[in-house]
């Protein structure tokens, strides 16, 4: 799965053609990933985002694993299905208080 916005996958057709989902990352993931966010191919499951991510950004696989993921502003887990469309946020722990 290529997570660039706007790219051509492996099949030779436009990637942005089928349904998306916005991802934005927060704090550590945003630095991660080096990108505030962007529009990626919709997979079925969050854990097949989580795991396209951490394939095309390879900055984000020691992130990834203690980031919480919302969808639509809810907490999502792998399993959870992906809806075309949705908005996914990656957050990573926050310390401080």
Sequence with gaps: MDVRHGATASDGTDASAGAVVTVRYWA???AAAGVDGESVPAPPTVGGLIAAL???RPGLAAVLPVCSVLVDGLAASGDD???P???V?????????
């Design 81 to 83: 299905p992906l809806p």
């Design 85 to 87: 469309g949705a908005t």
């Design 28 to 30: 550590g993931a945003r």
């Design 54 to 56: 951490a394939q095309a």
């Design 89 to 97: 946020e990656v957050l990573p722990p926050f310390a401080g208080g």
